[in-house]
């Protein structure tokens, strides 16, 4: 159980999303680092597939009437623990009863998953209990979390484990690895030399349905084009040449001509740019992104 | 790049990879019954599909590609046009006013006045294409040509859930309230999408839609 003493700027109950509704418009949405999650979720002794909360920004204040087991994974914020404790990043934290656990603001980076032991309970919506804001539903009534709300979370079982998690190694201030897009052949070489010499900055009108990127402005040959499927990380161009990175609870499908592609393992750090970061993008082979998507979160004994 | 791309015939569709996930396939026709087809099929590395128009656009889950069972559905033959008999929706629409703004200019341009303009929009049976942009917004086939009209300049900050509108060769309508850029001509009531129910979208591709204009 936990008690909002604080909300945070934008607290949202995540799991690993809704798959396979996108013919009905329905994106996958879920925790924006999946993975991060579900490593807080280990931490914890949670099933993989348990709710947990995203934490933007700036976290809130949290107390735990009956205690808790909790487990933070993702970027470091600021934060303190009423007993005094040290708030430690990526190892399980065990939390007295009665304990207020406080976030503040995020170091560096945008985003962090907590998780809870037993997973937060909230009604699931269309097979998920990840909220997806544009359209109100999922998570906590549809919304992201306000002072005064009650989360309730499962039964606990099981021995609880002192862990520590390890993330795959994320290089900073390196360009964001991309797939050239299906349309890239149709943006002329100054729009294409734009793009990938060019360095963009985040914009602050941005969000989970997409990131607005201010810098050079990417030409192309104007034409409609048919709507066609697009992913997360899918970086759009329309008419105004300002590139838009599609986020994790974008359209399913897009008219503007896409060009490139987030690979799969920059989603994690495409989830922790801030307004104001600096972006630059450099495509890499296929096979090398699979692999590189295969990079798993270590988890070990804390000792 | 990994491009495996062939020559478009009737039963070999054209693909490419346009991620490290993501796979368009180019289906024309055939798009609805081979999304049927695929769907069936229920291959483990498939996290999700998604029709559009004239093609499916395949999700992998992270670090798999194009498994052996997969190329051998996408290069086995379906039948050419997909079945007529998608559910029939009459959608009862409120045109023009206050409902539908932007239908003066919109009938000006096609040379018509309102209720021919109407009447046009009114008289045909549409297909729903796809779904997208919104949860449960469909992308209606049919619109006749002279109706077909290019999105606002500058897009709405807020259209209603409800309103009917065009967008090219489009018409659809929008799902939930939110900025949108196609030209509004009227508003139904209907409540295109609901997550609670156990059909959350009204509409599906396939399905057909008729206006009734109130």
Request: hydrophobic share 45%.
């Amino acid at each position: 159980m936990i008690e909002v003493l604080h909300a945070g700027l934008c607290d949202l109950v995540m799991d690993q999303g809704r798959s396979g509704r996108g013919a009905l418009g329905v994106p996958v949405g879920g925790a924006a680092d999946s993975a991060a999650l579900v490593a807080a979720n280990r931490l914890v002794g949670n099933d993989a597939a348990a709710a947990g909360l995203e934490i933007t920004l700036r976290g809130p204040a949290l107390r735990f009437p009956l205690g808790g087991v909790v487990a933070l994974a993702g970027t470091r914020f600021a934060a303190t623990r009423s007993s005094g404790a040290a708030v430690g990043w990526g190892e399980t934290l065990v939390l007295a009863a009665g304990e207020t656990l406080n976030l503040e603001q995020a170091e560096t980076g945008c985003r962090c998953w907590l998780a809870l032991r037993g997973g937060l309970t909230v009604p699931p919506v269309m097979g998920s209990c990840s909220t997806f804001l544009p359209a109100g539903f999922g998570g906590y009534r549809g919304r992201a979390l306000r002072t005064g709300d009650v989360l309730a979370s499962g039964a606990q079982a099981g021995a609880v484990r002192l862990l520590r998690a390890r993330a795959p190694a994320i290089e900073r201030d390196v360009p964001l690895r991309v797939v050239a897009g299906p349309q890239a052949g149709q943006f002329d070489d100054a729009g294409l030399l734009a793009f990938f010499a060019g360095s963009y900055r985040v914009e602050t009108a941005s969000d989970r349905r997409g990131l607005r990127l201010g810098g050079p402005t990417v030409t192309y040959a104007r034409a409609e084009l048919p709507s066609q499927g697009v992913l997360p990380g899918a970086v759009q161009v329309p008419p105004d040449g300002r590139p838009i990175v599609l986020g994790w609870d974008g359209p399913v499908t897009g008219g503007y001509p896409v060009i490139a592609g987030v690979i799969a393992a920059d989603m994690a750090k495409l989830a922790q740019l801030r307004p104001g970061d600096a972006v630059r993008f450099a495509t890499i082979e296929l096979e090398r992104a699979r692999l590189l998507a295969t990079e798993q979160w270590k988890i070990e004994e804390l000792t | 790049m990994e491009n495996d791309t062939r020559a478009p015939s009737q039963s070999h569709p054209a693909w490419r990879w346009i991620s490290d996930r993501g796979l368009r396939v180019e289906t024309g026709d055939t798009t609805l019954t081979r999304y049927a087809a695929l769907i069936s099929l229920n291959l483990p590395e498939i996290e999700d599909i998604i029709p559009a128009d004239g093609c499916l656009f395949l999700v992998f889950r992270r670090g798999t590609g194009l498994s052996e069972n997969l190329r051998s559905a996408l290069i086995a033959p379906v039948a050419g046009m997909p079945a007529t008999g998608g559910t029939l929706h009459e959608i009862v629409v409120e045109y023009g006013g206050a409902a539908g703004p932007d239908l003066p200019v919109l009938a000006e341009r096609a040379g018509l006045d309102a209720a021919a303009y109407i009447n046009s929009h009114a008289a045909v049976e549409y297909s729903v294409a796809f779904l997208g942009f919104q949860p449960g917004f469909p992308y209606l086939h049919g619109l006749p040509c002279a109706l077909h009209a290019p999105r606002r300049a500058s897009p709405r900050l807020r259209v209603a859930a409800g309103s009917v509108a065009i967008g090219g060769g489009y018409t659809g309508i929008y799902s939930a309230s939110g900025p949108g850029g196609w030209q509004i001509i009227g508003h139904t009531t209907a409540v295109m999408f609901d997550p609670q129910r156990a059909a959350p979208a009204l509409l599906l591709p396939g399905d057909r839609v008729r206006f009734v204009p109130r």
